[in-house]
């Protein structure tokens, strides 16, 4: 009977540590391993220009159209030669429009 209780100790106590092995391994191997152990990515909060990119980039059209309005007209005040922007300012502000949306939608993408 003395054997066997012992032989019960030695099992469970063998049991325990093959527990204890098995369950602490993992994580020390994932610990060690350099990769992230969860699988959670980082998010950046956008600004307004990234949340709302068509609004941003319809405001950068509008003023790019009436700057090259008010330069052109200024530079046709004191006798010079327009330039190409100042010449077409709907299409100057069409361009700035569509870039800066651009730009801006493609800021607030996530990139790995």
Same mark, same amino acid.
Request: positive net charge; hydrophobic residues 40%; glycine residues 10%.
């Given at each position: 009977?003395?054997?066997?209780?012992?032989?019960?100790?030695?099992?469970?106590?063998?049991?325990?540590?093959?527990?204890?092995?098995?369950?602490?391994? %993992?994580?020390?191997?994932?610990?060690?391993?350099? !990769? %992230?152990?969860?699988?959670?990515?980082?998010? !950046?909060?956008? $600004?307004?220009?990234q949340k709302h990119p068509t609004m941003t980039g319809m405001a950068a059209?509008?003023?790019?159209?009436?700057?090259?309005?008010?330069?052109?007209? $200024?530079?046709? !005040?004191?006798?010079?030669?327009? $330039?190409?922007?100042?010449?077409? %300012?709907?299409?100057?502000?069409?361009?700035?429009?569509?870039?800066?949306? !651009?730009?801006?939608?493609?800021?607030?993408? $996530?990139?790995k």
């Amino acid at each position: 009977m003395v054997k066997t209780a012992w032989l019960k100790v030695c099992a469970f106590m063998l049991l325990f540590v093959f527990m204890a092995g098995a369950i602490s391994l %993992p994580t020390g191997v994932m610990a060690q391993s350099g !990769k %992230p152990t969860t699988t959670h990515t980082v998010v !950046k909060k956008k $600004n307004f220009a990234q949340k709302h990119p068509t609004m941003t980039g319809m405001a950068a059209g509008v003023a790019a159209y009436k700057v090259a309005k008010t330069t052109g007209k $200024n530079r046709e !005040k004191a006798g010079g030669k327009k $330039n190409f922007a100042q010449r077409h %300012p709907v299409m100057t502000g069409i361009a700035a429009g569509v870039i800066t949306r !651009k730009v801006a939608k493609d800021s607030g993408k $996530n990139k790995k």
